[in-house]
């Protein structure tokens, strides 16, 4: 088959690597790419955004299946133009894609399917959801209804600071996603990140990690994309697995179908574990990233025919294997970021660090200038490891980063410290 993959992250090259070791793939194509993803795929200048160029090109190279990475494309409904061209495309319609594009609508059909989540009350005007926020008292949570790009979600411990949030909100302070609010009882638990494979009508479980949202070590400083992740989650055992199949990711996808917008795709469950049972933070329309760097280590089986399987509607009879090993990502980033930071600086090293046994390294932000490489975003590398615990699959990940020369960038180092402090105590 001849695959192209959408996306240019750490995600990307991790989905890359899988699929291009897979014997179904004669040739992998990415848009646009990176430099690490270079090394698995022909990377190609295309804009993600114009749809009917896409289609062009997967016309003028016999493209038979399309694999999209990032949530804005779909959307922006990229695999239905792309099924109305007649090509496949892995992951969901446009209607699909409002699991995460939209939060309003994702509690309306918790609601009305009684799946767990945190109670809420939608709002398009900042006075009533003051008004809101005063009668409930602190800690509340107030949401942005649309994508926005990890700035939407202000978990406020005080009435001042959650009023301050919806006056940022309604002031048009992100952009397009400011016409509705969602405000949330504030859960208590801890927090972990369940994958399923839909195909409409029924969903199969992937794996379940764990990520690091804060910048600096401690979990403290700014929230980001993520600076690192292992999976599987210690949190989720397999009766709790079962629990969150049979709660909240069958009554979604039963739900999906029943509205005429059957959920095809990964489906990305952000959950907390309460003290009450599993409940619903949010839904991801696509693979995560950091998560999917440590979940395509740990999976045995081919990637590419459950992708097919997936689009197909045929995951009724399909079956993947996974390593029990534990894995962990760290991410390396420029120094400055989540706020600014500089493009450009040359990382040296990582033919060294990738010979660490376990290991391999993804690139996220990084693109080759004069034969070398350099660093061409926030987050920049994924120095992902496998090993026979997480402590382990710890040292080699770091042993690893250790290796890796580029003064201006900068990394967690306490990357897995919940769950090897559960082996510890175990
Ligand atoms: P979201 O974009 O909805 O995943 O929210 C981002 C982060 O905010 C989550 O990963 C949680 O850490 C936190 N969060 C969101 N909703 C809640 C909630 N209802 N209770 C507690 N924390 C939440």
């Not at 291009?20 to 992998?28: E, G, M």
């Not at 070590?217 to 709790?240: C, L, Q």
């Amino acid at each position: 088959m001849n695959i192209l993959l959408l996306g240019s992250g750490g995600r990307e090259h991790a989905l890359a690597w899988k699929m291009a070791a897979s014997p179904l793939t004669d040739r992998l194509l990415c848009a646009p790419g990176n430099a690490g993803i270079a090394q698995e795929a022909e990377c190609i200048a295309l804009d993600l955004a114009d749809h009917g160029g896409i289609v062009a090109f997967c016309r003028s190279n016999k493209v038979d299946l399309v694999v999209v990475g990032p949530e804005a494309p779909l959307c922006a409904g990229i695999v239905d133009d792309l099924e109305a061209a007649g090509i496949k495309a892995f992951g969901p319609s446009r209607a699909a894609a409002r699991l995460e594009g939209s939060k309003g609508f994702t509690k309306d059909l918790c609601r009305d399917n009684g799946i767990p989540t945190a109670a809420y009350a939608r709002f398009r005007a900042a006075g009533e959801a003051r008004a809101h926020i005063r009668s409930r008292g602190a800690p509340i949570v107030v949401k942005a209804d649309g994508l926005a790009a990890g700035k939407g979600v202000v978990v406020a411990q005080s009435v001042a600071e959650a009023e301050a949030a919806v006056d940022m909100m309604f002031g048009g302070g992100l952009g397009e996603a400011d016409g509705e609010v969602v405000i949330e009882e504030c859960l208590d638990g801890e927090e972990a990140s369940f994958f399923a494979l839909c195909d409409g009508e029924t969903p199969i479980p992937l794996a379940t990690a764990q990520d690091h949202k804060r910048a600096f070590d401690g979990d403290k400083g700014p929230n980001t994309g993520g600076m690192g992740a292992y999976s599987p989650a210690p949190s989720i055992d397999a009766a709790m697995s079962d629990r969150i199949m049979h709660e909240i990711i069958w009554p979604t996808v039963r739900a999906m179908k029943a509205i005429g917008a059957p959920y095809k795709g990964v489906l990305y469950a952000g959950l907390m574990i309460t003290s009450e049972g599993p409940k619903l933070i949010e839904y991801n329309a696509r693979f995560g990233d950091p998560e999917t760097q440590v979940l395509m280590l740990r999976l045995m089986s081919d990637l590419v025919p459950a992708l097919l399987a997936s689009r197909d509607g045929i995951l009724k009879t399909f079956d993947l294997r996974w390593y029990d090993n534990p894995a962990l990502t760290v991410v390396m980033a420029a120094n400055g970021y989540p706020g600014h930071y500089a493009r450009g600086s040359a990382i040296e090293g990582l033919d060294e660090a990738a010979a660490v046994e376990g290991v391999e390294i993804f690139h996220a932000g990084t693109k080759v200038e004069a034969g070398r490489i350099v660093a061409n975003g926030g987050r920049v590398l994924n120095v992902s490891a496998i090993g026979k615990t997480v402590r382990e699959a710890q040292a080699r990940a770091y042993q690893a980063v250790s290796r890796i020369r580029w003064p201006e960038g900068f990394y967690r180092h306490d990357i897995g410290w919940r769950a090897i402090e559960r082996e510890r105590r175990a």
